[in-house]
């Protein structure tokens, strides 16, 4: 697994996260620190979620259930004989 390495915007070098503050599920601020004692600088990054690659696969059965209810009874009985000849 990769790690995020954090860069120093002032000096360069490594730095560490040393707190990191969920504001939203899709957005964190990290509070990081210059790794590199001369410098000392702190900082706050902004990790925000971009775009989703691969859906969840917990999101599979709501997605079926959302299917399921909006079946009409005609439709239903169809998917069941359905399912049954699998
Ligand atoms: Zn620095």
């Given at each position: 697994?990769?790690?995020?390495?954090?860069?120093?915007?002032?000096?360069?070098?490594?730095?560490?996260?040393k707190k990191?503050?969920?504001?939203?599920?899709?957005?964190?601020?990290?509070y990081?620190?210059?790794?590199?004692?001369?410098?000392?600088?702190?900082?706050v990054?902004?990790?925000?979620?971009?775009?989703?690659?691969?859906?969840?696969?917990?999101?599979?059965?709501?997605?079926?259930?959302?299917?399921?209810?909006?079946?009409?009874?005609?439709?239903?009985?169809?998917?069941?004989?359905?399912?049954?000849?699998?």
């Amino acid at each position: 697994m990769r790690v995020l390495t954090i860069f120093c915007p002032e000096c360069g070098e490594k730095a560490l996260i040393k707190k990191s503050n969920r504001k939203h599920k899709e957005l964190s601020d990290l509070y990081c620190a210059c790794r590199d004692p001369e410098c000392g600088h702190t900082f706050v990054l902004n990790l925000t979620f971009s775009h989703t690659l691969m859906p969840s696969a917990k999101n599979k059965d709501t997605l079926l259930l959302d299917v399921i209810k909006n079946l009409s009874p005609e439709q239903r009985e169809k998917a069941l004989t359905l399912l049954q000849g699998m």
